[in-house]
């Protein structure tokens, strides 16, 4: 019987539990899960007392480069004080683990735990609080570059488009909508003249997916592996977009990204400039996003479809309409 390659694998949660075990000597007792599969496998591996995160990137999803970049800003971002999930290098000072997987070499890291909850429905204050934590990384990566993508237009928007055509014929009206705001977006942040002091390196996804919550003020921030280089309004936009389709009551999502850039203005101001970007940057990401969804197409496939084009594409055109409707 012939065994056929494979192009994506999900690693055995006991042998990946013993392989880390052994790598960075923890004890016997420990328990590996998987918690989900997607771009990256995350796995939690625990012992009731300690909780560690596991990253099995997919196959050739990023270079050993790239990850030790990503590495390398959460190491600075630690170093000065900012709670986030930081790599823990095993026994023998090693952050990156190599795994001969059927479909090839997988590269596996350490994080820690991220303590607290996922909070979708957001205070106020936490609010704030996360505006305060996104402004302190962004004072820390103004002005740094790290070897990895920049996010400009042809990258967020030209490029994403031309993923999407292989899915979706471009006489659907949601593909018009994205090919008509690729050159509009583009013109507002070339008319933007962003500086250099506002531009370094962004998460691309800080959300309340990738946050953990104590005490409404306590923000731990992480997975960071879309982090590269570019304007920081588009984490500020970002953000303030996945609030708006969290707040169904717009006059609660005004309340809440008032109080967020707030909270980011506490510690980092704004220009007049940047703040007019905010819905550029916002459709921007998603349009992007959209793009990753068509290139990861093999576990995206379950809703890729017309119908979930239409609802995305919905949600950017909501976001940009209220927008245009506030001008």
């Known amino acids: 019987m012939t065994t056929f390659p494979v192009t994506a694998s999900t690693l055995s949660e006991v042998e990946l539990g013993n392989f880390i075990k052994e790598k960075y000597r923890l ?11 997607g771009v990256n496998h995350t796995y939690f591996i625990s012992n009731g007392k300690q909780k560690f995160v596991v990253r099995v990137y997919c196959f050739e999803w990023r270079t050993k480069t790239e990850i030790e ?14 709670s986030i999930s930081f790599p823990i290098p095993d026994k023998n000072g090693r952050l990156i683990q190599e795994i001969n997987a059927p479909e090839g070499i997988r590269y596996a890291v350490l994080f820690s735990f991220a303590e607290g909850q996922k909070m979708r429905f957001m205070s106020n204050e936490t609010c704030f609080h996360i505006g305060s934590l996104m402004a302190k990384i962004h004072n820390i990566t103004e002005r740094k570059k790290i070897d990895r993508i920049s996010y400009g237009p042809e990258i967020l928007l030209y490029q994403s488009y031309e993923r999407l055509r292989p899915f979706f014929s471009e006489d659907l009206d949601e593909m018009k909508f994205v090919k008509a705001i690729r050159s509009k977006i583009s013109g507002k942040f070339e008319a933007g003249n962003l500086t250099e002091s506002q531009n370094g390196i962004v998460h691309l996804d800080i959300w309340y997916d990738n946050l953990s919550v104590n005490n409404e003020n306590e923000i731990t921030v992480f997975d960071f592996d879309n982090c590269g280089n570019g304007p920081l309004i588009l984490d500020v936009g970002y953000f303030c977009k996945q609030l708006f389709f969290i707040e169904h009551d717009k006059v609660q999502y005004e309340s809440k990204a008032k109080s967020f850039l707030s909270g980011y203005q506490k510690i980092r101001q704004l220009s007049n400039g940047e703040l007019q970007l905010i819905p550029e940057a916002g459709a921007a990401v998603f349009v992007f996003y959209l793009g990753v969804q068509a290139q990861r197409f093999d576990w995206s496939n379950i809703f890729f479809t017309e119908n979930y084009l239409k609802m995305f594409v919905g949600r950017i055109r909501d976001w940009v309409g209220y927008h245009n409707g506030r001008q």
Do not use: H, M, W
Request: one cysteine or more; proline letters at 0%.
């Open 27 to 37: 004890a016997d007792d420990f328990d590996c899960k998987l918690f989900r599969t």
């Open 69 to 82: 970049q990503e590495l390398g800003l959460l190491n600075l971002l630690r170093e000065n004080s900012i």
